[in-house]
């Protein structure tokens, strides 16, 4: 088994050519500070937005190739998440968040056809199971708020017949069934969105068939998704808490993770003992009490901030890069008023 910092996802991309580091003074009308995900398509709707624009992406080391380049690559939207947009927000806004966050589902596509950008995207939903007794109907505030609210075909909940007929485990009993998650291979995707910049000068240089992306319902929990090339990848929300964020790279090489999840791998399927593990690798999340993104103006002025995806970030990073450039652009439109 290979166990690096990045793994699988950028050994299969590709590292990008590195970029020099920047010298002397640069005078921008925005600068982004985080060549990630967010930082990226923030940059990216700001330029379409203005082309005039004099923008500078500002990374420390190589963009997308820290969290976003090494996540479990679920897109996923945020219905399964409504009954905690509501609570915070009320029904009209959770509402708003919803349809916007499926929309960028949608629009990730668009960008990756239009580049003509091979991410391995694939639409078909995200399931929740059960793995024990007492997760069975985990969901079930979820599929209620979802119903009260109007939008119930969103989500579905399967019996153990239905949910063996998409993955056979003997751990699976019940789950729930919400449609607006593809998969993507992420570092595929970052690296896309990283040309796509350099392309436009944004930047300065610098039994199973695939579906859906399924996760159990536990706190520290297990996700798992396949590849178009025959893998399983799988996951899982755990490990070191790194306090004061001093990981000291314990946080990217932790072998007592990889054997908790080799063995939540073969506890799911026991058919998979004895095969060889390739690749494996991890890495820090910024965790939300809400378990929900946030963004924020700071005082000091026309500064504004996004983070807190708790692992969920590759699809919503979209919908808040255009919320960053709105905020940026002080427009006063349908993403500057998402909650």
Not at 100 to 119: C, K, M, N, V
């Amino acid at each position: 088994m290979k166990h690096s910092p990045h793994g699988y996802w950028i050994e299969e991309a590709g590292r990008p050519e590195a970029v020099p580091p920047l010298k002397g003074d640069l005078k921008l009308d925005v600068a982004v500070v985080g060549g990630g995900f967010t930082g990226m398509w923030t940059a990216w709707h700001l330029h379409r937005s203005d082309p005039e624009l004099k923008i500078a992406v500002l990374e420390a080391g190589g963009a997308g190739l820290g969290p976003s380049g090494r996540n479990g690559g679920f897109v996923e939207g945020m219905w399964s998440n409504f009954r905690n947009l509501e609570k915070q927000h009320g029904q009209a806004a959770a509402l708003e968040i919803g349809h916007a966050a499926e929309r960028s589902i949608g629009q990730i596509e668009e960008f990756l056809d239009e580049r003509g950008i091979d991410a391995w995207f694939k639409q078909g939903g995200y399931m929740t199971v059960s793995t024990s007794e007492a997760q069975d109907g985990a969901w079930d505030g979820q599929i209620e708020a979802l119903g009260q609210a109007g939008v119930g075909e969103h989500a579905k909940v399967l019996d153990r017949a239905e949910v063996q007929a998409i993955c056979r485990s003997p751990r699976f009993r019940e789950a729930a069934l919400f449609d607006d998650t593809a998969t993507i291979q992420p570092s595929r995707l970052a690296l896309g969105l990283r040309q796509a910049l350099i392309d436009a000068s944004v930047l300065e240089k610098i039994g199973w068939e695939g579906a859906p992306a399924i996760t159990d319902c536990r706190s520290l929990l297990n996700y798992t998704r396949t590849t178009p090339d025959g893998r399983i990848a799988l996951g899982w929300g755990g490990g070191r808490i790194a306090a004061g964020g001093r990981r000291s790279g314990t946080a990217e090489v932790d072998g007592e993770v990889v054997e908790e999840v080799s063995r939540n791998l073969t506890d799911y399927f026991p058919d998979l003992a004895g095969r060889r593990i390739t690749h494996a690798w991890g890495g820090p999340i910024d965790a939300s009490a809400s378990h929900l993104p946030h963004v924020v103006s700071l005082p000091s002025g026309r500064v504004f901030a996004a983070f807190g995806y708790t692992g969920n970030g590759v699809g919503p990073t979209q919908m808040v890069g255009r919320i960053m450039s709105s905020l940026v652009l002080d427009r006063r439109d349908e993403y500057s008023r998402l909650a």
